[in-house]
């Protein structure tokens, strides 16, 4: 059994940034995926980015160009790095860590998760 647990949330201004972090209690072994998913209020869980144990990196199209996820094999730790932050960004943040090799894993509701973060972004 992994844990996961999220720390860096927070009240933000839009148009400021935030940095999230991830620690993982252990690890998977084999090809997997550490990554960020979201939930806004009366809205589906959506994926925000992840990055495989390969090193590909998949963002969702909301936040293309804006954030940065990276990822520390040796800490198991990932780190969300959010800049030009928007209202629309508001949500819980959950980390999760997964088997996967292909952005086709990234699709369900599979693997450990952290218990989320809230990050608020006023206007």
């Known amino acids: 059994q992994v844990q996961l647990v999220e720390s860096g949330g927070g009240l933000v201004q839009a148009g400021g940034s935030l940095r999230l972090s991830c620690a993982a209690s252990?690890?998977?072994?084999?090809?997997?995926?550490m990554g960020w998913y979201r939930q806004a209020p009366g809205q589906q869980r959506e994926l925000v980015a992840s990055?495989?144990?390969?090193?590909?990196?998949v963002y969702g199209d909301p936040v293309k160009g804006r954030f940065t996820i990276s990822r520390d094999n040796a800490r198991n730790m990932v780190y969300l790095q959010m800049n030009s932050l928007k209202p629309e960004d508001t949500a819980v943040y959950y980390c999760?860590?997964?088997?996967?090799?292909?952005?086709?894993?990234?699709?369900?509701?599979?693997?450990?998760w952290g218990q989320g973060t809230q990050v608020t972004v006023s206007s």
């Open positions: 999760n860590l997964r088997r996967a090799t292909g952005t086709a894993d990234l699709k369900s509701g599979d693997g450990y």
């Open positions: 252990g690890s998977i072994r084999g090809g997997n995926a």
């Open positions: 990055v495989f144990s390969f090193g590909n990196t």
